[in-house]
């Protein structure tokens, strides 16, 4: 299981093998998304780019002036987390504070790409996992990224004493 | 817990809707995949509020379905907008 801990200079991120092989695949995944063709008809682009006003024509400006901007902020935390992590083999790395922000930003929207594909609701959010739902092994990777996004919240309290 | 309506600061009277410098509402919805202490800490990080506050204002998005997190002319009011999206919020803007 990932170990987070607080050090000395930041927060030091510990993954085995699978779990580092798990996070750079999804993170992979995310940054297809992110980089191709942004398709509004698609659920995911739709939560992690909510329209801003219940009117279309000033939901479509806004959207006109930031998309590209927030396209841009969430890759560039993916590719610091992708870094962080190298190219292969298990992870054991120190994170400053503020990049540290950047990880929890990168996997909330892991754990919402994931989970609007799987349209999940609370419910499905809260039940113990089934391993015979075909949707077990993604909910389990949400939980698993929810519990390294707990570790890291707490460590940056730690950290900055909120 | 929560026993008053969040953040309804400001607002003029219900017979000024047109007013120019009525502000926008800058609101946040209720996810099922968002992380209480997670939301709880973006309202710290990005609006500077304690603890106490941002907590609640979290619980209410949780049980009420959404809160108004913040409030202030258009400009301000879409830089954070985008800044909650940028951290994975549901957050819109209104007047209402």
Same mark, same amino acid.
């Given at each position: 299981?990932?170990?987070?801990?607080?050090?000395? &200079?930041?927060?030091?991120?510990?993954?085995?093998?699978?779990?580092?092989?798990?996070?750079?695949?999804?993170?992979? =995944?995310?940054?297809?998304?992110?980089?191709?063709?942004?398709?509004?008809?698609?659920?995911?682009?739709?939560?992690?780019?909510?329209?801003?006003?219940?009117?279309?024509?000033?939901?479509?400006?806004?959207? =006109?002036?930031?998309?590209?901007?927030?396209?841009? &902020?969430?890759?560039?935390?993916?590719?610091?987390?992708?870094?962080?992590?190298?190219?292969?083999?298990? $992870?054991?790395?120190? $994170?400053?504070?503020?990049?540290? =922000?950047? %990880?929890?930003? $990168?996997?909330?929207?892991?754990?919402?790409?994931?989970?609007?594909?799987?349209?999940?609701?609370?419910?499905?959010?809260?039940?113990?996992?089934?391993?015979?739902?075909?949707?077990?092994?993604? +909910?389990?990777?949400? @939980? %698993?990224?929810?519990?390294?996004?707990?570790?890291?919240?707490?460590?940056?309290?730690? /950290?900055?004493?909120? | 817990? /929560?026993? /008053?309506?969040?953040?309804?600061?400001?607002?003029?009277?219900?017979?000024?809707? &047109?007013?120019?410098?009525?502000? %926008? +509402? $800058?609101?946040?919805?209720?996810?099922?995949?968002?992380?209480?202490?997670?939301?709880? %800490?973006?309202?710290?990080?990005?609006?500077?509020?304690?603890?106490?506050?941002?907590?609640?204002?979290?619980?209410?998005? @949780? @049980?009420?379905?959404?809160?108004?997190?913040?409030?202030?002319?258009?400009?301000?009011?879409?830089?954070?907008?985008?800044?909650?999206?940028? @951290?994975?919020?549901?957050?819109?803007?209104?007047? &209402?």
């Amino acid at each position: 299981m990932a170990d987070i801990d607080v050090v000395a &200079d930041g927060i030091r991120v510990r993954l085995a093998r699978e779990e580092s092989d798990v996070l750079r695949g999804v993170l992979d =995944e995310l940054r297809a998304v992110l980089r191709g063709e942004i398709d509004r008809s698609d659920a995911v682009i739709g939560r992690l780019f909510p329209d801003a006003y219940d009117s279309t024509d000033e939901a479509d400006s806004y959207r =006109e002036l930031t998309t590209d901007s927030l396209t841009r &902020d969430k890759l560039e935390a993916l590719e610091a987390v992708r870094d962080a992590l190298g190219p292969r083999g298990p $992870v054991d790395t120190v $994170v400053e504070p503020e990049p540290a =922000e950047a %990880w929890l930003r $990168v996997l909330t929207d892991l754990r919402l790409a994931i989970g609007t594909r799987m349209d999940v609701d609370e419910d499905a959010m809260s039940r113990q996992l089934d391993p015979s739902d075909p949707n077990a092994p993604a +909910l389990s990777i949400i @939980h %698993w990224l929810g519990w390294i996004t707990e570790q890291v919240v707490a460590a940056l309290r730690a /950290t900055d004493g909120t | 817990m /929560t026993t /008053t309506a969040p953040e309804r600061v400001d607002l003029p009277g219900t017979g000024e809707r &047109d007013e120019p410098d009525r502000p %926008w +509402l $800058v609101v946040v919805h209720n996810d099922p995949i968002n992380l209480m202490s997670y939301v709880t %800490w973006v309202f710290q990080k990005l609006f500077g509020y304690p603890h106490s506050k941002a907590h609640k204002l979290m619980l209410d998005v @949780h @049980h009420k379905g959404r809160a108004i997190v913040s409030s202030g002319p258009r400009e301000k009011a879409e830089h954070d907008c985008y800044r909650l999206h940028a @951290h994975g919020l549901w957050a819109t803007l209104t007047k &209402d």
